[in-house]
């Protein structure tokens, strides 16, 4: 009965709305403040303690019931709530291209034009010779066909959104012929064979999981035949007892029967990485040497740019898709224009792209590099002289990442912590919730920050996230 009274006292003894909206008047750090956020705040607290006393199994300590106790609650749940849902961190995982954390780091030539296009009008569908309407396809179809060899471009806002259109405008309501070992899956399963459907196009499949000849396509042909698909599966490999066509053998077949032939690159990439001692990749400039009809691509994966899905290729077939309502549903926006045509002509000089593109920098850093930011941001660490945690190198191999070379491993360097009374997961996530957060991996009840995807610039706030951490160590719950 006592704890039945107790709780009830303490239900009692909550503060209301008003109450507190009269309190915080007096503190400063709600000068300012929009009314709604002062509210929701409070309500969110005082609702939060009220649950927490009704469930039996929870200890609520008084002090969290005093005014004082709430206030600086609602000052956490207000701040969060004035912060930026999407903020910046600290990628130490050593994947490059990190779907969860944003994909590729744009190139500063694209930060800054992006900042200038965004702060400001633009010719974006205005022709300033003509002084009329104009494409916004225009600003960047002249640098990806001077880069890729192609008679025509256009972009749109993804891939699968590129990939989606060009079924639909070359072979809705008829058969689209692809090999089994291509129906790839990308991210948030989405599947090919699911674009397809939504395209109107008939999915038509030959061949077998690991093995499709060039006469399985061709005995699939028909009169309601449509397109023949080649999808490049850059996320996954098929290893072993295995057989797939060469894309200009499907162009062939395609000229034979006055087919168009389509091959969605996936990741796609203008630069050959077999230069630089690294896996073969196909590169979009190949796709089209071959004659293909229509390449698709992705503009933020290792092409290094914003999120976009280029198209290139015949223009007798690009001007078709040009002229498909869906094009207005899928463009692109001025900011993500600006942000890619600045990435695109970093590729006229491939030495330029490849020092000043993050992802590719990121790809091609050699391994004594490496060393010597581990190195450093061992150093850095190690001087906040805590007695509590110890930092060590490890070798290691960074991905990719991004559905792009899954066979590849990057040799790296990580710098492991471990934290004395601190299980790896607890530290893991009290640096996802750090300021800035940092997103590290756990390898033997080690925390391990890959430093190949770390930036120099960021190793002072990596420190200063450890040593906030390590003053406040004691207020931790394991």
Known sequence: ?????????????????????????AVPFFKGMPRSVQVASIRTVIDGLRSDILDKDKEVPGSALS???????????????????????????????????????????????????GGGYSNLEFNLISGKRGSRYSHVEDIICEISGAEAAMVVNNNAGAVLLCLETLARSKHVIVSRGELVEIGGSFRIPDVMAKSGALLKEVGTTNRTHLKDYEEAIDNETGLLLKVHTSNYSVVGFTASVALDELVALGEKYRLPVMEDLGSGTFVDFSKYGLVKEPTVQES???????VSFSGDKLLGGPQAGIITGSKTVIDKIKQNPLTRALRIDKLTLSALESTLKLYRDEAAATASIPTLKMMLMPIEHIEKKAAMLESRLKDLNKTRMTVKQFDSFSRVGGGSLPLLNLPSKCVGINVKAMSANTLDRLLREGDPPVIG????????????TIQTSEFDSVAGVFERLLENIGTYKD
Do not use: C, W
Request: hydrophobic share 40%; net charge positive; aromatic share 2%.
């Open 1 to 25: 009965m006592e704890k039945k009274n107790s709780r009830t006292e303490m239900l009692r003894s909550l503060p209301g709305i008003d109450r507190m909206l009269e309190r915080i008047k």
């Open 67 to 117: 005014e004082t106790g709430i206030l600086e609650m609602v000052k956490k749940q207000a701040s969060a709530a004035m912060s930026p849902n999407v903020k910046p961190l600290v990628n130490a995982t050593g994947v490059i291209v990190h779907t969860n954390l944003g994909r590729s780091i744009l190139a500063e030539q694209a930060l800054n034009n992006l900042q200038i296009i």
């Open 288 to 294: 089209i040497h071959s004659g293909v009809d229509i």
């Open 441 to 452: 991996r756990i390898e033997d009840d080690v925390y391990m920050m890959d430093v190949r």
